[in-house]
């Protein structure tokens, strides 16, 4: 039997409003990989989809507003770039969540298909209510 047939996937809705980044990231991969579930296996794709809105107000500990770094690289020699986290979250404030998240998934195939199911976004505004998603309360 196909596994699409045998899961039930569940969509959910989780605010990010003051929401410190690190906690909230990790509760989200749990449900994303389905350690939530009975039917849980570390090689098995179990996890629900969820959605993450205002992700603009996210809340981050210390002085990491200003002094946390993103580093990237281009591929070419001496190509390092690096964004501080206030220029990031004035750009792009979903990679913000979207990096800390998919830094907590498995690094294999089945972490980027699970991390395929996390929808972000800036404000309370999404188009996901004909799969009626269920708040989820993180605290």
Avoid: C
């Avoid at 994303?32 to 989809?49: M, N, Q, R, S, T």
């Avoid at 990237?72 to 390092?80: D, E, L, N, Q």
């Avoid at 990096?99 to 195939?109: A, E, Y």
Wanted: proline fraction near 2%; avoid cysteine; hydrophobic fraction near 35%.
């Amino acid at each position: 039997m196909r596994q699409s047939k045998i899961i039930k996937r569940e969509w959910y809705v989780v605010d990010a409003t003051d929401k410190v980044l690190g906690r909230l990231s990790s509760k989200v991969a749990m449900y994303l990989i389905g350690k939530h579930k009975i039917e849980y296996a570390p090689y098995f794709d179990v996890g629900d989809y969820i959605i993450i809105i205002n992700s603009k107000k996210i809340y981050v500990s210390g002085r990491k507003y200003e002094n946390k770094i993103y580093y990237r690289h281009t591929g070419y020699v001496g190509g390092i770039k690096s964004l501080k986290f206030k220029e990031l979250i004035s750009i792009n404030s979903n990679k913000v969540i979207e990096n800390s998240v998919k830094g907590m998934l498995p690094k294999n195939k089945l972490g980027r298909v699970m991390f395929r199911r996390l929808k972000v976004y800036t404000s309370t505004v999404h188009n996901h209510e004909a799969q009626s998603p269920k708040f989820l309360q993180i605290s």
